[in-house]
């Protein structure tokens, strides 16, 4: 039987919420006329919870990442405790601070007491629990060991928080530091260089080769730098428009994965999410081929999932996966080697594991070492810059100087 939510009114008029069990929505009404109740409204139980998870991320938005990340370890802290799940998603609803978290847990809740399982119900919320969630949540109901499975899942997203914290914060310094150069620079292009050079221009003298470049380049930022600007915001949201079509992000993650620099960061960190993914999943108790098609979902760079495409095809025709991660051109070879050692051994999660460990660390330190060199550099260029603007407006106070005194 499928549960139906009900508005109907009573014999006295007053309105009756409540839900009811039938095979089908007219059984439904025939039974509430049975029980003397005139149905206003009668619509299966999941349609309304998913419009109202629509009017939910309309008015409230979605939860962000610390807040799914802070309710897994709620839940997995409740579960472990022995307390049955709808109470425990109650309980992490009701000490919720945010009301999107209140709302979107209360109805998940809902969904479990209509006799659905924890991972049908986070189902009907897509944005907030993605793939590789739900995937460790159908293991762990699976296997009977939901609660050590929320308490990894818990662990996996707190690390992968943390990364990402770490990449946020690593790069807004040097960010700022560009943005900062970028604007001095154009101010003393548009206002500082014209006025001074202004003194010059009426004497009649010729001016220094480097002056009249600085000249003209002042000329270009105050007439066409606000339209550059302009088409330069049309170019990147053009641009951000086109990633969205398959095929030209593909040729694009390409390109990205040959770069010097980025290129290794890129394969560093698609590798080590990869890894810790798979090592979370299989440690849940999820099937390899299951584990990578969540793994999947997660990497952001269209080669990696193309590479990972690839392997479960070749896992599907008997392959193991140390023998498809060698095969494989996208992902190090020191990961198959890991894979292999794992599967010998019989701790492939845990190889895995490790290798996540290594590959974050190598791009924590080389990030934090390109990041060392970055700051500088761009240090040294902004003063390459204005020196070179000081340059331009001594030369002509030099070469009037000289002639003064012969």
Do not use: W
Not at 251 to 274: H, I, K, N, S, Y
């Amino acid at each position: 039987m499928a549960a139906f939510e009900y508005e109907a009114l009573d014999a006295d008029g007053k309105t009756r919420k409540g839900i009811i069990s039938a095979d089908s929505l007219r059984q439904a009404r025939s039974e509430l006329k049975r029980r003397k109740l005139f149905p206003v409204s009668v619509a299966a139980a999941h349609e309304r919870r998913r419009a109202a998870s629509r009017l939910r991320f309309e008015r409230h938005g979605r939860m962000g990442t610390r807040d799914v990340t802070l309710l897994t370890r709620q839940l997995a802290t409740l579960v472990a405790a022995s307390a049955p799940v709808e109470e425990a998603l109650q309980m992490v609803a009701l000490q919720a601070e945010k009301p999107v978290v209140k709302r979107t847990m209360l109805a998940i809740r809902a969904r479990v007491m209509e006799g659905y399982r924890l991972s049908a119900a986070l189902a009907e919320e897509p944005r907030t629990f993605g793939s590789l969630y739900r995937a460790m949540v159908a293991a762990g109901e699976s296997s009977g060991a939901l609660g050590p499975v929320l308490e990894r899942l818990a662990d996996h997203l707190e690390k992968s928080q943390q990364l990402r914290s770490k990449i946020i914060t690593s790069l807004t310094y040097p960010f700022f530091l560009a943005l900062v150069a970028v604007g001095v620079i154009a101010a003393l292009m548009a206002f500082v260089v014209p006025k001074v050079v202004d003194q010059f221009t009426g004497m009649g003298q010729e001016l220094p080769a480097l002056t009249n470049a600085m000249i003209a380049a002042s000329h270009a930022v105050r007439t066409l730098g606000l339209p550059m600007l302009v088409a330069l915001l049309l170019g990147l949201a053009a641009f951000g428009r086109a990633l969205q079509r398959e095929e030209f992000r593909r040729r694009v993650d390409r390109v990205v994965l040959r770069l010097p620099v980025v290129g290794r960061l890129v394969r560093d960190l698609q590798t080590a999410r990869f890894a810790r993914t798979m090592a979370t999943l299989l440690a849940s108790g999820c099937s390899v081929l299951d584990g990578l098609e969540a793994s999947r979902q997660i990497l952001r760079n269209m080669m990696f999932r193309d590479a990972v495409g690839d392997m479960m095809a070749q896992i599907r025709e008997g392959s193991s996966l140390s023998a498809a991660l060698r095969r494989s051109k996208a992902f190090p070879p020191m990961i198959g080697y890991m894979a292999a050692s794992g599967e010998n051994s019989g701790r492939l999660d845990d190889m895995l594991g490790k290798a996540a460990q290594y590959l974050e660390r190598e791009f924590e330190d080389f990030t934090a070492a390109a990041l060392s060199l970055l700051e500088p550099a761009i240090i040294i260029v902004m003063g390459g810059v204005v020196a070179t603007i000081v340059l331009s407006i001594l030369l002509p106070i030099l070469r009037l100087n000289s002639l003064a005194l012969t």
